[in-house]
């Protein structure tokens, strides 16, 4: 009995050594502060992209394409799920715009009804969906249709805005923009967030307001919580700069959106433009080349062949324009409105009078100073100028809502005033336009020298008007 009393107290060595020291270490533990919680994972890809869609941010091409598979999967055994629907419709939606490829537009319509349809109220998720979706077709009626619902189901929601400030400026209604955006600054919500910080940017971009716009988007930059949504806003800076004339601060943004996306067509083709303006055509045509092969945007296929023509290659500018009318043709099956493009294409390229009526269509359903542009130099082409005239002065002057200072639309109406021989204004308005960007178009940046070669210095008879 003494014995097996023994062997009960008696452990053995390597035993008391743990037992020691487990004592040691938890009465070290108890001299430690107390445990902070472990920080969360990081999100998946999946995860990453349901955050930037549900808060109307860029998201990149793999987390998307991952987003859009574990939606796909869970709707087919929840299908009565309505926010899992107007998630995957958002999702389409971001793939389409990033990709250009028309075929998501579709899908996305059919989910976010969908949506709409198994979560008939309070669904402002869809709606505002829609409103996105419409706006990437350039179905700006429809676009302020869903948008304005949206709003109405959650005004205090700042993601309902975005999408209806788009369709107000693709309808011309600038006192609207104006308005909305006021709104949506307002909303204790939203106002610090990127992606409102870039919304703003846009909108003082078409007021005229650069350096506010450049602000704006430098503290959306600032803030923004993934590579995907700094590379998009780091693209619109690099716009930006291009319009001021800026190619080589363009070019500095670009690369550093395509450092934080390899795949963002988008800055890739602004690559393309800011090197074909610093003279080094060569990269320019391959930033354009790999851009398509991302994005192949019928917008970019324009701007190579028109960098084609201007390096005296005509027979491969004439290929990008066959590109160009295959791609309307693919996206305006997938409801995509491409009589803008196609205006301005024929325009310059092919039928003048098939843009005059095409655009003069686009104007009645949807009458934004890109229309206008377009449209007046359609008459001008078509030989029509003086009524090229009245629509060359409606996306210039202030009255009318044209306070972006747009380089295109100013020289536009410099040429017509010159062939209706208004030498004065002609003059002003062509040396703005090389003010405003020298660089602005191939062709056009020549022509406005001849032109102005041709007007010669001003004389007391030329007229100020």
Known sequence: MEMERARVRVLPRPLFAALAGCAALGGALMLLPPDRPAAPPAPGPAARAERAVTAGAP?????????IGDREAFVRTHPRDGQAWAQLGSAYVERGRRTSDAADFPRAERALRTSVKVRPGGNAEALGGLAALANTRRDFPAAREWGEAALREAPRR????????????????YKAVRRTLERLQGLRSGAAVPAVMAEAAGVYRDQGRREDAQAALADAAARTATPAEEAEWQYRAGELAWERGEPAEALHHFEAALRLDPGLGSARAGEGRALAALGRSTEAVTAYRTALAKQPSPQYALELGELYESLGRPEEAGTQYAVLRARVAKEQAAGVDGELLLGRFEADHGDAESAVRRLRAEWARQPGLDVADALGRALHRAGKAELALGWARRATDKEHGGEVRSALYVFHRGMIEWELGLAGPARRHLEEA???NPYFSPAGAVAAKEALAALGEPVASDSPN
Request: zero cysteines; proline letters at 7%.
């Open 59 to 67: 998201a990149a091409l793999p987390d998307l394409a991952a987003l």
């Open 158 to 173: 700042w993601t309902s805005y975005p999408a209806l400030l788009d369709a107000y400026t693709g309808l011309g209604d």
């Open 434 to 436: 090389l003010r405003i």
